[in-house]
Structure formats: structure tokens, C-alpha cells
Nanobody
């Protein structure tokens, strides 16, 4: 049974930091590209960052220099370190695993107050 369980969301003031975690199980984690996506109210879900099994990363322009994606293949976990948060970063953040199949987590709310 595949599971992606996100944690670490919450309420933070602008300029603050949060670290999201996504614990995966039920598939061969180190062979999957992992990603973080977000969806704000009334908007489409959008890419935040991805990381391949080998550690290559890709970021949305809006988060470059502020967010860092990383993974620990020994613990089947992917992280998103978010610094210098802005109110426009407010969204539900979702973890995604993709290779032969695509799996999504349930999401975690991030709210940045001004």
C-alpha cells in the first residue's frame, strides 16, 4: 500500500521559515522522482520543486533561492526547506512521487501572514 504522509505545515509570519517532510512507503523510493507542489485557493496546483533519485533538483522561479528540496533515501523521506516566506506562498503543499506511477500525499497547509 503506497503512502505519502506530509507534515511540517503551519502558520508563520512573513520572512519566517518552515520545513516540510514527506514520508513515503509502499514503493521503491530511491527510483522515483519526488516533488513538492502547491495549490492556493482558486488557483491551479503548481510545481514548487522536484528532486530525482540521484539528487538532481528543479525549482519554480518563484521559489529559487528561498526553498531547498532534499531527500534521504535511507529514510524514504523528502524535505522542503522554505525560508524567507511570503504571503503569496500560502497554499496547501502536496508531495508527489513519479516514475512508473504517480502518487500524491494528502497535503499540508502552509499559511504565511503579512
Amino acid at each position: 500500500q503506497v503512502q505519502l504522509v506530509e507534515s511540517g505545515g503551519g502558520l508563520v509570519q512573513a520572512g519566517g521559515s518552515l520545513r516540510l517532510s514527506c514520508k513515503a512507503s509502499g514503493f521503491i523510493f530511491n527510483s522515483y522522482t519526488m516533488g513538492w507542489y502547491r495549490q492556493a485557493p482558486g488557483k491551479q496546483r503548481e510545481l514548487v520543486a522536484t528532486i530525482t533519485g540521484g539528487g538532481s533538483t528543479n525549482y519554480a522561479d518563484s521559489v529559487k533561492g528561498r526553498f531547498t528540496i532534499s531527500r534521504d533515501n535511507a529514510w524514504n523521506t523528502v524535505y522542503l526547506q522554505m525560508n524567507s516566506l511570503k504571503p503569496e506562498d500560502t497554499a496547501v503543499y502536496y508531495c508527489k512521487a513519479q516514475r512508473y506511477s504517480t502518487y500524491w500525499g494528502q497535503g499540508t497547509q502552509v499559511t504565511v501572514s503579512s
